[in-house]
């Protein structure tokens, strides 16, 4: 079911750099350059433009990192709830209602949920097992 349309650059950029980002390798770089730049400290006399440099580029870093790992995780979150969809829709004895729950609203999740802890509470009651 794989559809062969080109994926959007960004999509593209931003799956390649977040998974780039979350290796240990990754890391590793990052460590060293903090290490490389405190060193480096007497030799620029620890001053304000060798301080500003840390502080600008790891601003920058996490600035746009926000924003990469925000559409990945947009992206996994969306396929997650098409699988899990798929699960409830496929159950016979599922309730459909719940198909769209990201959709609703905070008060119509917290209603969906009442009703669920209601029903867990009858079933502990059934089964004699005491409610937390």
Known sequence: ????????????????????AGRPVSFGAALLII???????????????????????????????????QNSQNRDSQAIQIKLDELIRVQSKANNALLDLED????????????FVNLAEKGRKRKGIAAR
């Open 104 to 115: 609703h609203t905070e008060e119509e999740l917290d209603q969906v949920r009442a009703e």
């Open 1 to 20: 079911m794989k559809d062969h349309k080109k994926t959007p650059w960004f999509s593209k950029f931003a799956k390649t750099t977040s998974s780039y």
């Open 35 to 69: 290490i490389i730049w405190a060193c480096s400290g007497p030799l620029f006399r620890y001053s304000d433009t060798w301080q500003l440099v840390i502080n600008t580029s790891t601003t920058i870093i996490t600035f746009l990192m926000v924003f990469l790992i």
